[in-house]
Structure formats: structure tokens, C-alpha cells
């Protein structure tokens, strides 16, 4: 959908362990997003970016982090995971219109497992 | 956004019949709503929008109903196929901005063939 590719898709780990998921668009909106989701919980905003080096944090931010270099690459590290942060993490892109700046594209999902 | 709980509402419908999933809404000033559905193993797929300044908008098979009196949003999915199974959730917005989207925790629709 839309050109959102997420890698890993699937990831088991260690924690301690520094992990980083990678989402790539081919669409070239402005807005990228990373959401988690968890069983009981809607998606939950982590990050999100507005434009190359420009991001800002979400609903759940600790313990991540984001860099947004180029347009086309969104990558979410966690830099010392935890089992807490065991869940399945989406990518969504957008792009600014008259109704919201809110993401209408999101990736297949990468489901993390924190051990 | 709806309920939230260990397990999602669960909604089964027979293939043809109309199907309505509801969602409630937490915060009066939210004034951008958002349906979303989630086939298994795949990432969300924006369905319809409507602004609070409506109270029905349509699309292709599915009719979006806001009543901001009692906080009520409803997705309305005509001569539901088997292609419909999948989990819907409803999205709220306080404000237009790209932080300010909270979800519900979703209801799963089953069609039986």
C-alpha cells in the first residue's frame, strides 16, 4: 500500500540489545509516522517526522528514538530494548491536506519480540 | 475511542446483510474522525473520514455517522462480503495536527459465508 515497505518483519531479540527498524516510502510524503500496537491499546503514536531532519515525539516516546536523513527513510532505534517494548510496530506515511496532516498509508507492520 | 479491554468486540454478520460497527468517542472537542481496517497480518487501511461539522458522509459501500450530542461515531458497511472480515477502528482528532490521532482499540467484524 502506497509504496511503504517495513524491515525487519519479524525480529527476535535480547534485552539490552540495540534494535532498529527501518521503513522506507516510495511515494514521497511529507509526513512519516511510527505507531506501535499492543493487545487492549489502539495504535499508539511513538515519533513522527514533518520533513527530512524534522521530528518530534508521540504518545510513547521513551526509550526510542528516530532519524529521518532522506525522505524516501524513516528509522525507529531502540537503544537498549526492554521487554516492554515487545509489540508490533507500524510505519505510516502522509500527506498535508485540507482536512488533517494525518497518516493515511501505513506499512504491513514489523512484529518485535524482546526476550 | 471504544472500550478498551483484553479483548476486542466482536461483531458477526451474515454475507449480504448490512453491517454497523460503533465506536464512542471520549473527548467533546475531538472534531476529525477517522475509520480504519485491519486485515490480518496487515497494517491499517484508511476506510472514510468526517469532519465534526458533519453528521453522515458516504463512500463506496460505507456510510461514516456522527452524532456529537452523545459522542457516537458509526461505520455503516452495506451487503457486507467476506472480504469485509477484518478488525475497524475508529480514530479521534482534538485539533488538526500530526500528534493529536488517538485509537480505539477496534471491534472485529466476521462475515459468514
Known amino acids: 500500500d502506497a509504496g511503504i515497505t517495513q524491515s525487519p518483519r519479524h525480529k527476535v531479540t535480547e534485552t539490552g540489545t540495540p534494535v532498529t527498524l527501518r521503513c522506507h516510502q516510495t511515494e514521497n510524503h511529507r509526513y512519516m509516522y511510527w505507531y506501535r500496537q499492543d493487545p487492549g491499546h489502539g495504535l499508539r503514536l511513538i515519533h513522527y517526522s514533518y520533513g527530512v531532519k524534522d521530528t518530534d515525539k508521540g504518545e510513547v516516546s521513551d526509550g526510542y528514538s528516530v532519524s529521518r536523513s532522506k525522505t524516501e527513510d524513516f528509522l525507529l532505534t531502540l537503544e537498549s530494548a526492554t521487554s516492554s517494548q515487545t509489540s508490533v510496530y507500524f510505519c505510516a506515511t502522509g500527506t498535508p491536506s485540507r482536512r488533517s496532516n494525518q497518516p493515511q498509508h501505513f506499512g504491513d507492520g514489523t512484529r518485535l519480540s524482546i526476550l | 475511542g471504544e472500550s478498551v479491554g483484553l479483548h476486542l468486540p466482536t461483531l458477526s454478520v451474515q454475507e449480504g446483510d448490512n453491517s454497523i460497527i460503533n465506536c464512542a468517542y471520549s473527548?467533546?472537542?475531538?472534531?476529525?474522525f477517522i475509520w480504519y481496517k485491519q486485515e490480518s497480518g496487515k497494517g491499517p487501511q484508511f476506510i472514510i473520514d468526517i469532519r465534526s461539522n458533519m453528521d453522515k458522509r458516504q463512500g463506496q459501500r460505507v456510510t461514516v455517522l456522527l452524532n456529537k450530542t452523545v459522542k457516537h461515531l458509526s461505520l455503516q458497511i452495506a451487503a457486507t462480503q467476506p472480504g469485509d472480515s477484518a478488525v475497524y477502528f475508529c480514530?479521534?482528532?482534538?485539533?488538526?495536527?500530526?500528534?493529536?490521532?488517538?485509537f480505539g482499540t477496534g471491534t472485529r467484524l466476521t462475515v459468514i459465508p
Open positions: 480514530a479521534e482528532i482534538l485539533q488538526t495536527g500530526a500528534n493529536n490521532l488517538f
Open positions: 473527548n467533546s472537542a475531538s472534531d476529525y
